[in-house]
């Protein structure tokens, strides 16, 4: 048999593929936070918590309304988003003129609350969510089964990733984006909505979060705290990629998925820290991150 | 830029350190009864015990008569957030400022390790519930120590016997990387290969992990054909259904080393039917303990879990023996715990051994099928009852420097 560095090809190949799918949740989170650090240089600790919502969404609109997999890929974005709005308008706009700091003590604080009123009303152990009929069932690819679900993930989270950097990238809505984020009052000047904008963007970002909710759902448990741990590392990522990078977001998360899918097999206990790992490194000789400008 | 992005890591880690909350605690005079509970309130173990616990406590003091020795009992409960310097400055902060005179310890081997030890300082009695580590009654044991509900020697006793002689003979486990998963994976070790089965390999997953399907390969990989869960709560729950949808259930058999009924509910029949598992009460067992069950559901919404039932068990048990010492002098009721026969809704003639082990009757399970269950919260068929001593293993294997040997 085929060996990579003494662990046979095979066992090597499942790994990377499933680092593929964590790599695809880390962009798409990633990127939202990007996104939102970018134009309103608020650290969004809040990001977990509408991760969480947006699976709590989905469980609810099926419950509730009846109303399956694919039409809570849509609602529930837009009601998380909605949300985010909400959130941007009655308290995260005060804080604009002062240091950072007070939008991460206060989405740090939004998150917990909103954690822990979930928790109050569902409990700890998570709901199930059922993984939709059209997707059931697995590939077999020779070296190891993929779920179909799981490959319906990476196929949605790329495209998303790349709808949005087109967007940011290449279009005129973007640009002007681009130049609020380097000059707010110049863009202003040019008779630009500026504030319109900010909220909007932080609505969207707080969307990808929830649409990334809804693509876990069927994987994890739907659990008020299956954003808190994922969270932490996303952070990191975004930190690696570079602080406000699009671009650099995107490429860290997944490449940190295949980072940690490898770890998974060369010394498992450090799945979890081998990311925080690199982070240090990465901060120590980059400390814009790896695509970051100063 | 850069000073920017080292400011938010560091003030972030700040925020994390200080997000510590207690809840209060009441003064009380020293002659009276007042009990503890301190549990996992709001993370991954808070539907094992939790709110449902403070619940069959206080369930436990009503039935009682909500007063001992003549004076109104007294209970306080608090959360450790899984972090054993909170439950045991608790647990001291209590014993010397409140007249705490009993302790629940709730889920969270680490956090009852700590509490142990200031149980022995402080000679408070400390029923450790909801943690599964023997070590709390072997090298860790201490005069004031009760370990109730279950062990992860009973565990390992019920599941991985059980399992053996079914015909898994080869064993791959997946354990959490922690003292609990250790000791656990160890237990459990020891049956399997007593019974006659190998182990062909391990893997130590960290507390906290999302997504297990990579460890899940491996064991795929390993040639075996069983999967030992010596996880719990998220952990275990997340791995199961990872099994699932890998088609690893079709290969291997997964086997919980432990699970309780609220993971089974949150998982759902389709997802875990057939799957063995040991536990040391079910609401369905026989009539006291369906009264029981009922009484609870009625009060919460859910079936307890037995940890939830050895609260209730533990308070009564507890106050009884306070009863027939005329005292909370930890010494005499202690020596009444020790002297005790106990049996209620959770054991038929438990009792409390040198070490701290309360030995009862142990119940193998297997999971129903959805079309098996016939009502709500209808999830097991019991396989096999372990009397106490097989499932608790002789007092002399025990290495607790209590037991006169």
């Given at each position: 048999?085929?060996?990579?560095?003494?662990?046979?090809?095979?066992?090597?190949?499942?790994?990377?593929?499933?680092?593929?799918?964590?790599?695809?949740?880390?962009?798409?989170?990633?990127?939202?936070?990007?996104?939102?650090?970018?134009?309103?240089?608020?650290?969004?600790?809040?990001?977990?918590?509408?991760?969480?919502?947006?699976g709590?969404?989905a469980?609810?609109l099926?419950?509730?309304?009846?109303?399956?997999?694919?039409?809570?890929?849509?609602?529930?974005?837009?009601?998380?988003?909605?949300?985010?709005?909400v959130?941007?308008?009655?308290?995260?706009r005060?804080?604009?003129?002062?240091?950072?700091?007070?939008?991460?003590?206060?989405?740090?604080?939004?998150?917990?609350?909103?954690?822990?009123?979930?928790?109050?009303?569902?409990?700890?152990?998570?709901?199930?969510?059922?993984?939709?009929?059209?997707?059931?069932?697995?590939?077999?690819?020779?070296?190891?089964?993929?779920?179909?679900?799981?490959?319906?993930?990476?196929l949605?989270?790329?495209?998303?990733?790349?709808l949005?950097?087109v967007?940011?990238?290449?279009?005129?809505l973007?640009?002007?984006?681009?130049?609020?984020?380097?000059?707010a009052?110049?863009?202003?000047?040019?008779?630009?909505?500026?504030?319109?904008?900010?909220?909007?963007?932080?609505?969207?970002?707080?969307?990808?979060?929830?649409?990334?909710?809804?693509?876990?759902?069927?994987?994890?448990?739907?659990s008020?705290?299956?954003?808190?741990?994922?969270?932490?590392?996303?952070?990191?990522?975004?930190?690696?990629?570079?602080?406000?990078?699009?671009?650099?977001?995107?490429?860290?998360?997944?490449?940190?998925?295949?980072?940690?899918?490898l770890?998974?097999?060369?010394?498992?206990?450090?799945?979890?820290?081998?990311?925080?790992?690199?982070?240090?490194?990465?901060?120590?000789?980059?400390?814009?991150?790896?695509?970051?400008?100063? | 830029?850069?000073?920017?992005?080292?400011?938010?890591?560091?003030?972030?880690?700040?925020?994390?350190?200080?997000?510590?909350?207690?809840?209060?605690?009441a003064q009380?005079?020293?002659?009276?009864?007042?009990?503890?509970?301190?549990?996992?309130?709001?993370?991954v173990y808070?539907?094992?015990?939790?709110q449902?616990?403070v619940?069959?406590?206080?369930?436990?003091?009503?039935?009682?008569?909500g007063?001992?020795?003549?004076?109104?009992?007294?209970?306080?409960?608090?959360?450790?957030?899984?972090?054993?310097?909170?439950?045991?400055?608790?647990y001291r902060?209590?014993?010397?400022?409140?007249?705490?005179?009993?302790?629940?310890?709730?889920?969270?081997?680490?956090?009852?390790?700590?509490?142990?030890?200031?149980?022995?300082?402080?000679?408070?009695?400390?029923?450790?519930?909801?943690a599964a580590?023997?070590?709390?009654?072997n090298?860790?044991?201490?005069?004031?120590?009760?370990?109730y509900?279950?062990?992860?020697?009973?565990?390992?006793n019920?599941?991985?016997?059980?399992m053996?002689?079914?015909?898994?003979?080869?064993?791959f486990?997946?354990?959490?990387?922690?003292?609990?998963?250790?000791q656990?994976?160890?237990?459990?070790?020891?049956?399997?290969?007593?019974?006659?089965?190998?182990?062909?390999?391990?893997?130590?997953?960290?507390l906290?992990?999302?997504?297990?399907?990579?460890?899940?390969?491996q064991?795929?990989?390993?040639g075996?054909?069983?999967?030992?869960?010596?996880?719990?709560?998220?952990?275990?729950?997340?791995s199961?259904?990872s099994?699932?949808?890998?088609?690893?259930?079709?290969?291997?058999?997964?086997?919980?080393?432990?699970?309780?009924?609220?993971?089974?509910?949150?998982?759902?029949?389709?997802?875990?039917?057939?799957?063995?598992?040991?536990?040391?009460?079910?609401?369905?067992l026989?009539?006291?303990?369906?009264a029981?069950?009922?009484?609870?559901?009625?009060?919460t919404?859910?079936?307890?879990?037995?940890?939830?039932?050895?609260?209730?068990?533990?308070?009564?048990?507890?106050?009884n023996?306070v009863?027939?010492?005329?005292?909370?002098?930890?010494?005499?009721?202690m020596?009444?715990?020790?002297?005790?026969?106990i049996?209620d809704?959770?054991?038929?003639?438990?009792?409390?051994r040198?070490?701290?082990?309360?030995?009862h009757?142990?119940?193998?399970?297997?999971?129903?099928?959805?079309?098996?269950?016939?009502?709500?919260?209808?999830?097991?068929?019991?396989?096999?009852?372990?009397?106490?001593e097989?499932?608790?293993?002789?007092?002399?294997?025990?290495?607790?420097?209590l037991?006169?040997?």
């Amino acid at each position: 048999m085929t060996t990579i560095f003494g662990y046979p090809l095979p066992v090597v190949l499942g790994q990377l593929v499933l680092g593929f799918v964590n790599g695809s949740f880390y962009a798409l989170l990633s990127l939202g936070l990007a996104v939102i650090f970018g134009l309103l240089r608020v650290v969004n600790f809040a990001h977990g918590a509408f991760y969480m919502l947006g699976g709590f969404a989905a469980h609810l609109l099926l419950i509730w309304f009846g109303i399956n997999y694919w039409g809570a890929l849509i609602l529930s974005p837009l009601i998380v988003g909605a949300l985010g709005v909400v959130v941007e308008r009655a308290l995260l706009r005060h804080l604009y003129k002062l240091d950072p700091l007070y939008g991460l003590l206060l989405t740090f604080g939004l998150a917990m609350m909103i954690e822990g009123f979930m928790q109050q009303q569902f409990g700890s152990s998570g709901i199930t969510y059922p993984v939709p009929a059209a997707l059931t069932g697995f590939y077999k690819l020779g070296f190891m089964v993929l779920p179909i679900y799981r490959a319906w993930v990476i196929l949605a989270s790329l495209t998303v990733c790349f709808l949005a950097w087109v967007l940011i990238e290449k279009t005129k809505l973007g640009a002007t984006l681009r130049a609020a984020t380097e000059n707010a009052s110049l863009t202003q000047a040019f008779g630009i909505n500026v504030p319109v904008m900010v909220t909007l963007t932080y609505g969207a970002g707080v969307a990808l979060a929830a649409l990334a909710g809804v693509l876990a759902a069927p994987i994890t448990q739907v659990s008020p705290h299956m954003g808190t741990s994922l969270v932490v590392v996303v952070f990191a990522v975004v930190v690696i990629g570079g602080m406000g990078s699009i671009f650099g977001s995107i490429i860290s998360g997944l490449m940190l998925g295949f980072v940690e899918g490898l770890t998974k097999v060369v010394y498992p206990e450090a799945s979890t820290t081998v990311i925080f790992v690199i982070m240090a490194i990465v901060l120590l000789i980059r400390p814009t991150g790896l695509f970051g400008r100063d | 830029m850069k000073k920017l992005t080292l400011e938010m890591m560091l003030s972030a880690a700040v925020v994390a350190l200080g997000a510590l909350a207690f809840n209060g605690g009441a003064q009380a005079a020293s002659d009276q009864v007042v009990i503890g509970d301190i549990d996992d309130m709001s993370a991954v173990y808070a539907d094992v015990i939790g709110q449902g616990g403070v619940e069959a406590v206080k369930m436990a003091i009503e039935d009682f008569g909500g007063s001992a020795l003549g004076k109104p009992i007294t209970f306080l409960s608090a959360d450790h957030q899984n972090k054993p310097d909170i439950g045991a400055s608790k647990y001291r902060e209590w014993a010397d400022q409140s007249g705490l005179t009993m302790l629940l310890g709730g889920s969270n081997t680490g956090v009852s390790l700590a509490m142990a030890k200031v149980a022995a300082e402080k000679k408070v009695p400390f029923f450790a519930v909801g943690a599964a580590g023997s070590s709390l009654t072997n090298k860790d044991c201490t005069a004031y120590t009760v370990h109730y509900s279950y062990d992860t020697t009973s565990l390992a006793n019920g599941t991985a016997s059980a399992m053996v002689q079914n015909g898994g003979k080869k064993w791959f486990f997946l354990t959490a990387d922690y003292a609990f998963g250790t000791q656990l994976q160890e237990a459990a070790t020891k049956v399997v290969e007593k019974s006659g089965g190998t182990v062909v390999g391990s893997v130590r997953v960290p507390l906290g992990t999302t997504d297990f399907s990579s460890f899940l390969l491996q064991a795929q990989g390993s040639g075996g054909d069983v999967v030992g869960l010596a996880n719990a709560g998220a952990d275990f729950v997340n791995s199961l259904k990872s099994a699932n949808e890998f088609g690893i259930s079709a290969t291997m058999k997964p086997a919980a080393l432990l699970a309780f009924i609220s993971d089974i509910h949150a998982l759902g029949l389709n997802t875990a039917k057939g799957l063995y598992l040991t536990t040391g009460w079910y609401w369905d067992l026989n009539d006291t303990t369906r009264a029981f069950g009922k009484r609870y559901f009625a009060n919460t919404g859910k079936m307890p879990t037995m940890n939830q039932a050895g609260y209730y068990s533990a308070t009564l048990t507890y106050l009884n023996a306070v009863k027939a010492a005329g005292t909370t002098d930890s010494d005499k009721v202690m020596a009444e715990l020790h002297k005790a026969k106990i049996n209620d809704m959770f054991a038929k003639d438990g009792y409390i051994r040198e070490d701290g082990v309360m030995v009862h009757e142990m119940y193998v399970m297997q999971v129903k099928s959805p079309e098996e269950s016939k009502a709500p919260w209808d999830y097991y068929k019991l396989v096999k009852t372990l009397p106490g001593e097989e499932a608790f293993g002789p007092l002399s294997d025990s290495t607790c420097p209590l037991v006169k040997k």
